[in-house]
């Protein structure tokens, strides 16, 4: 299902996905593990609570402040496809300014939807 959605939205097709490799230059050599460390702790997506295809998805992104790579509070764990839809809007040059307020608002939908509060 995720899969089609990629397709669907063109996943990668404006710049580098976060994934890739050649994102990684000029990023701190703490990332990876800080990365790793992150996706352990919280175990699964802040907003379908799912624990499949997890990124971290930086709330405002290392382009626009490189000094927040590494700022735990900065930092939510999201499936790609939640990453690439809400945290980029189908665009992985954009960032969504409205990031914390919209995940908040759709985490209390899904768990809402589920019929039960995670």
């Known amino acids: 299902m995720f899969q089609g959605l990629l397709r669907v939205f063109g996943?990668?097709?404006?710049?580098?996905?976060?994934?890739d490799?050649?994102?990684?230059?000029?990023?701190?050599?703490?990332?990876?593990?800080?990365?790793?460390?992150?996706v352990r702790e919280k175990k699964c997506c802040f907003i379908t609570r799912l624990r499949v295809d997890l990124e971290v998805h930086h709330k405002i992104p290392y382009h626009v402040r490189p000094d927040l790579e590494l700022?735990?509070?900065?930092?939510?764990?999201?499936?790609?496809?939640?990453?690439y839809l809400i945290g980029h809007h189908c665009n992985w040059a954009y960032y969504n300014q409205n990031f914390e307020e919209e995940a908040a608002r759709l985490a209390e939908e899904v768990a809402a939807a589920r019929g039960r509060d995670f």
Request: proline share 10%; with cysteine; charged share 30%.
């Open 21 to 38: 490799p050649r994102s990684l230059e000029g990023r701190s050599p703490k990332w990876r593990a800080l990365q790793q460390r992150f």
């Open 11 to 19: 996943v990668g097709r404006e710049t580098l996905h976060p994934l």
């Open 71 to 83: 700022e735990w509070d900065n930092l939510c764990l999201l499936t790609r496809p939640v990453h």
